[in-house]
């Protein structure tokens, strides 16, 4: 059994760091508190009550940074209304987290208990409150799961995938009121990384607030009136449509977050405020968040970093790419700010992705020959897309993990990746495309011109640029491109399709691993994966949509991750990611190029507490999530409200 402890009550509250105001204005504060004693007193009790019986004390100084001051406010930018979503991962707080070293840690929760990753105890903060006020408790959890994710109608795909082992649910119990269970005959060992992923599961829900539009527990009559207010179809759609943890979409939800949101589209600007019931506290006893409010800005994704140059952005990363550097730096000095670089921790910021389920059966056959994988591989010159798309400073080869995950191995990068044209033609020679027409291209077997249409969701600069040059690389072989952008959505549905040849887009998401993350990123398990999405929809639904895996060093991958799925044994599971890695190389599934790109993150310079150079990446990290939002302040003034 693994038993994490509870974090350490909250001791002594101490006066605010750095909080000295002015003599004259003290000196009142003063005099004022021995006219009437019991008015300071009142207001700390006040605070205090708002505060669960034991927070999380946060250890601002053993991860070097400051104690702060409360209050102002953080502006930054998204592209449209449904990205202020993303707060969720900003500001991170989960039952379960990562820590800056990749950790899991009790947030949340008080503590958990994990039995050989079969049975999770979660014990929650006694006094924990949602941030209208109300008890955070058991029914929450029993509330999602028996009336939310078993719920046909709520739910008609049943329960999330992470919750089923082997095809069997887990066994729920309410041990008391704040204490859940989740029991499986067979380990479990996605669970708890699940909960301290990115998008976060919300395996709890303000039952409180969203009973009142379950057909369980509301009145019919108010729950008719309420479907015929706002116009949809059922009270399924009601509750669906105001249970948005993730979306962020209604400010009437309670929620457990730092701040929440305040107002709806259409708006040019998303308001978040802080919740004055929140968990974490620094050992002074300021309760956190020390910003009073996260304001979300609407702009066009072009205009970010010309915005950020003009300091209309206090806290700014995603949307901003290596390209806009110069743009960045030159307003620093002039609007008080600083464009930290963190290294992005990526698979390859290229990559391609030969569609192994494609339609056409000439190009199936040819992306499931290893050997066109790796010819195509070895004639991409990485040093040359390197010096041009990342000034040099970027690692060529595959796409896989980096090099800061413990899991890393350098001929995970290497293999079949260097640059040797010659080789590569002797390859696509013995696949029977030795052929070539007038002009140097080789045919395919039927007399085609070997021209690979790669598609891309036209999004990144950089994504292409490094096509033409890729381009030129597989024209010295006989082997043309041609680039075809389009919107994402579109993109997608026609890989699902089997219309794509090939796919370029970024690499590995989770590309700084430990060995308790699940690796199933590299196995043919998901749909959205560009390299075989009919062998993903065969396995997410289950057999019903898509195509078995019919490539024994595909089924491998599966076998693989099957076994890492059913295994709670870190070295076993450390075990199983280098061979689902080596088979990776090996097999060139996804042709990598270059990684390393450096991810500019504006942040003003009175903005205290952000780390200066971090890890910056989807997952594990959440982008800036696992540095803590909530522990940013502004210093040595407070900021002026925005107008």
Request: net charge neutral; proline share 7%.
């Amino acid at each position: 059994m693994t038993v994490w402890r509870r974090e350490r009550p909250l001791g002594g509250r101490g006066g605010r760091d750095g909080g000295a105001g002015r003599p004259r204005a003290a000196a009142a504060l003063a005099a004022l508190a021995l006219l009437l004693p019991g008015l300071a007193r009142a207001a700390d009790e006040t605070a205090a009550a708002r505060l669960p019986a034991e927070p999380l004390v946060v250890d601002l100084a053993a991860a070097g940074r400051e104690l702060g001051r409360p209050g102002g406010e953080i502006v930054t930018l998204v592209a449209k209304p449904r990205d202020i979503r993303y707060i969720s991962a900003y500001s991170y707080a989960r039952l379960v987290g990562y820590d800056e070293s990749l950790a899991l840690k009790a947030d949340l929760l008080a503590q958990y208990e994990s039995q050989d990753d079969k049975v999770f105890t979660f014990t929650l903060r006694a006094g924990h409150r949602w941030s209208d006020g109300q008890p955070f408790t058991a029914e929450d959890f029993r509330y999602w799961w028996e009336d939310v994710a078993l719920n046909k109608e709520l739910s008609p795909s049943g329960p999330p995938e992470f919750m089923i082992v082997d095809g069997q649910l887990p066994r729920f119990e309410v041990l008391d009121p704040l204490r859940v269970r989740f029991t499986w005959d067979r380990p479990n060992p996605r669970f708890l990384p699940e909960l301290a992923s990115p998008r976060d599961p919300f395996i709890y829900r303000p039952a409180h607030y969203l009973k009142q539009f379950h057909a369980r527990y509301a009145p019919k009559n108010d729950l008719d009136a309420a479907v015929k207010a706002q116009k949809v179809k059922g009270w399924a759609t009601l509750h669906n449509r105001l249970d948005a943890m993730f979306e962020q979409t209604n400010p009437d939800l309670p929620t457990l977050q730092p701040w929440r949101v305040t107002n709806t589209a259409p708006a040019a600007r998303f308001v978040f405020v802080r919740n004055p019931y929140y968990h974490r506290v620094d050992r002074n006893g300021q309760q956190l968040p020390y910003v009073d409010r996260v304001l979300m800005d609407i702009a066009a994704a072009g205009l970010f970093a010309a915005k950020a140059n003009a300091g209309e952005a206090d806290l700014l990363f995603r949307g901003l790419t290596m390209e806009d550097i110069p743009i960045l730096r030159e307003g620093e000095r002039a609007k008080g700010y600083r464009t930290h670089l963190w290294p992005s921790a990526r698979g390859s910021e290229i990559a391609l992705y030969p569609n192994l389920t494609a339609a056409d059966p000439v190009w199936r056959r040819l992306n499931r020959d290893v050997r066109f994988r790796r010819a195509l591989s070895l004639a991409i010159d990485r040093r040359t897309l390197n010096n041009a798309l990342l000034f040099g400073l970027g690692t060529e080869g595959n796409d896989t993990v980096v090099e800061g995950s413990p899991l890393y191995k350098p001929e995970y990068r290497t293999l079949h990746a260097q640059y040797d044209p010659e080789e590569a033609s002797r390859l696509l020679d013995t696949v029977g495309l030795g052929a070539r027409n007038g002009a140097g291209i080789r045919l395919l077997p039927d007399g085609r011109e070997l021209e690979i249409v790669v598609e891309t969701d036209g999004e990144s600069m950089m994504l292409t640029d490094g096509l033409t040059l890729i381009a030129e690389f597989w024209r010295e072989v006989g082997v043309k491109l041609f680039v075809k952008p389009q919107d994402r959505t579109v993109l997608r549905n026609r890989a699902y399709a089997g219309l794509t040849t090939m796919v370029a887009a970024q690499g590995l998401d989770l590309a700084m691993p430990t060995a308790e993350m699940p690796p199933d990123e590299l196995a043919p398990v998901h749909q959205d994966t560009y390299a075989w999405p009919k062998w993903g929809q065969f396995v997410e639904t289950k057999g019903k949509e898509g195509e078995p895996v019919d490539i024994p060093e595909a089924k491998t991958l599966l076998d693989l991750n099957a076994q890492w799925m059913a295994t709670g044994d870190a070295a076993m599971q450390a075990r199983i990611w280098g061979e689902m890695l080596r088979n990776r190389a090996e097999n060139q599934w996804v042709i990598g190029t270059v990684a390393g790109a450096l991810q500019p993150v504006v942040a003003k310079t009175r903005l205290v507490n952000l780390p200066d150079r971090a890890t910056y990446s989807w997952k594990p990290t959440a982008m800036i999530g696992v540095y803590r939002m909530d522990e940013f302040f502004w210093g040595p003034e407070r900021k002026e409200a925005a107008r």
